[in-house]
């Protein structure tokens, strides 16, 4: 039994059958959208078929592809991130690498 207790607005445990009974702002909204979304590979190359491009460039381009967050845009093409290896630093330019493996 690890599951978290969820309790109602005066910090009591909601019972089998109970209700918040709080404000209607802080119930869970069901129409968030899932941000996990996964940049894979493939979207990198995609970006990169054309030549280098200046990382703010790359990553607005994979958020328009991609429709991930800018945040997981930017952290793809970190030097020491997922794609590290297939990613080439010069200057402001980003190159795409291709490494066999």
């Known amino acids: 039994m690890n599951e978290s207790v969820q ?9 089998r059958g109970g209700v918040y009974g709080g404000r209607a702002e802080f119930l869970p909204r069901e129409d ?5 979304e996964k940049i894979i590979q493939n ?3 995609e970006v ?3 030549g280098a491009l200046t990382k703010a460039l790359a990553a607005k381009e994979l958020q328009r592809n991609t429709g991930a967050s800018r945040a997981s845009c930017y952290r793809a093409l970190q030097p020491r991130g997922r ?3 297939h990613l080439h630093f010069e200057a402001d330019l980003v190159y795409w690498r291709r490494c066999e493996t």
């Open 48 to 50: 990169f078929e054309n």
């Open 83 to 85: 794609f590290a290896k």
């Open 7 to 15: 309790l109602n607005w005066a910090g009591q445990p909601i019972r």
């Open 32 to 36: 968030r959208r899932d941000r996990r």
């Open 43 to 45: 979207d990198l190359m």
